[in-house]
């Protein structure tokens, strides 16, 4: 069975940093992405960031790009993404999720809707 957990959220200030854990058990997909989501109260779910195994690709949101980062340990089947210079509007659910690749080559999507295993959330709040 395949399980996603994720770790890592809680409170901090603007300015502050948290590193985000996605910790994938039960996989035996040798091509497979994991993405990071998001959705704060009363907004759609966002797409922040993915990284692929199959070809090492990433993604960022535009809103993430240059504070966050995302790096993946496949020995541990671990993805992390570090979040600095946050700010309120980074406050929300954050889940992770994976997406079963069709083969070598194929890099990750941004899209929740390609992603076929997701975790339980874990809240980030970010105080201004």
């Known amino acids: 069975e395949v399980q996603l957990q994720a770790s890592g959220g809680g409170l901090v200030q603007a300015g502050g940093s948290l590193r985000l854990s996605c910790a994938a058990s039960g996989f035996t997909f040798d091509d497979y992405a994991i993405g990071w989501f998001r959705q704060a109260p009363g907004k759609e779910r966002e797409g922040v960031s993915c990284i692929s195994s199959s070809d090492s690709g990433t993604y960022y949101a535009d809103s993430v790009k240059g504070r966050f980062t995302i790096s993946s340990d496949n020995a541990k089947k671990t993805v992390y993404l570090q979040m600095n210079s946050l700010k309120p509007e980074d406050t929300a659910v954050y889940h992770c999720?994976?997406?079963?690749?069709?083969?070598?080559?194929?890099?990750?999507?941004?899209?929740?809707?390609?992603?076929?295993?997701w975790g339980q959330g874990t809240q980030v709040t970010v105080s201004s």
């Open positions: 999720a994976a997406e079963v690749l069709h083969g070598p080559g194929y890099g990750c999507s941004r899209l929740g809707d390609e992603y076929d295993y």
